[in-house]
């Protein structure tokens, strides 16, 4: 689990983000596989829903991952 240490707490949605691209690489993810639910990332990362939602708000602006409505990331 990934954890946020010290008093530096302005951009947890930048750890998020680093823990999505970890799982895409350790699990050799491939486009159209899914990634785990928002809920999971919150729980693996320790962060807020928010700062999920924003980490994957920003790899999909970089079209790193697609998002399709209610669905999980992919």
């Known amino acids: 689990c990934v954890a946020?240490?010290?008093?530096?707490?302005?951009?947890r949605w930048v750890l998020a983000l680093s823990l999505?691209?970890?799982?895409?690489?350790?699990?050799?993810?491939l486009p159209g596989d899914g990634l785990p639910?928002?809920?999971?990332?919150?729980?693996?990362?320790?962060?807020s829903q928010i700062s999920?939602?924003?980490a994957l708000d920003e790899l999909?602006?970089?079209?790193?991952i697609v998002r399709h409505g209610g669905l999980r990331p992919t």
Request: charged share 25%; hydrophobic share 35%; with cysteine.
């Open 60 to 64: 999909e602006q970089e079209g790193r």
């Open 52 to 54: 999920v939602r924003r």
């Open 20 to 29: 999505v691209l970890a799982l895409i690489a350790e699990q050799g993810l």
């Open 37 to 47: 639910s928002t809920t999971e990332l919150v729980h693996r990362s320790g962060v």
């Open 4 to 11: 946020i240490c010290g008093s530096d707490m302005r951009h």
